[in-house]
């Protein structure tokens, strides 16, 4: 059943979700809006995973008997561990309209647009930590660590959501959107590593530093404000970056109240407030 939605607004968009009736939608704890009063909410630790059809877990085991609610509880519990280390919100809220069609409302975060993502069964697609808003049942969300040396060196890509199974997913990020395929410029672009949003799987995503060490890529480094690592995205596929950084907007909040860390050089040696 397709998921009939609707994203309007301008500098912070929100979806406005149109529920058949008996259909569920999910979303990440903080990011719902509204509701009709025939959609039933619903919190849970699990979210769907593992190819599960659509159930969440914490539902009803399958197998029945202890074995089947030990594996359940187990299951459940490594979600939520993984979420927890990737600094992602522990629950889901679940929506189902119920007599009739049904509407639910959504939005990111930050001030910026909003983008729904249609999974064939084909292809997972691969998202920031935070990106994620919504998701029809039959989307199983999951978290991929992108491995040690990429993840410390390029901060935000250390861990990626990843969307899989047929459906209609919710992302939202800072700033404009850019939809772009790195097999238009040569099969690969380089981008600061808040900027990407979302990326089709089959593009290769890693990190590399930012010049060699030599005057100029200390000078990169130092004064650029681009720090040591830009993000690079290889292959064919679509790729979606956003035009506002998230580490940027936090230092024009910090300059509008007077506590500018960042210093004369930035970059590098930029400091957090406090």
Partial sequence: ?????????????????????????????????????????????????????????????????????LRQAMGTAMQVGQRALAGESLAFQYFTAQGGEGTVGFAGVLPGEMR????????????????????????????????????????????????????????????????????????????DTGCVVAFEEGIRYGVQRVGGLNRQGVMNAVFGGEGLSLATLEG?????????????????LRKAQGGDKQGPTGGLFSTSAG
């Fill in 1 to 69: 059943m397709t998921l009939r939605q609707e994203i309007v607004g301008n500098a912070m968009q929100m979806a406005v979700v149109s529920l058949q009736p008996g259909q569920t939608v999910y979303c990440e704890a903080g990011k719902f809006l509204f509701k009709t009063t025939n959609v039933t909410m619903e919190t849970r630790l699990g979210g769907p995973s593992g190819g599960s059809g659509g159930q969440p877990q914490g539902g009803v085991p399958s197998g029945g008997g202890m074995g089947g609610m």
């Fill in 116 to 191: 729904a993502l249609e999974l064939d069964g084909t292809r997972a697609w691969f998202a920031e930590k935070d990106a994620f808003v919504a998701a029809e049942a039959s989307v199983d969300f999951g978290i991929a660590f992108q491995g040690g040396r990429t993840g410390m060196k390029g901060g935000e890509g250390f861990v990626l959501e990843k969307f899989t199974g047929r459906g209609t997913v919710i992302i939202a990020g800072a700033g404009n959107f850019i939809d772009l395929d790195p097999a238009d410029f040569g099969g690969r672009v380089e981008v």
């Fill in 236 to 252: 064919s596929g679509r790729v979606i970056l956003q035009s506002l950084t998230i580490e940027s907007l936090a230092n024009a």
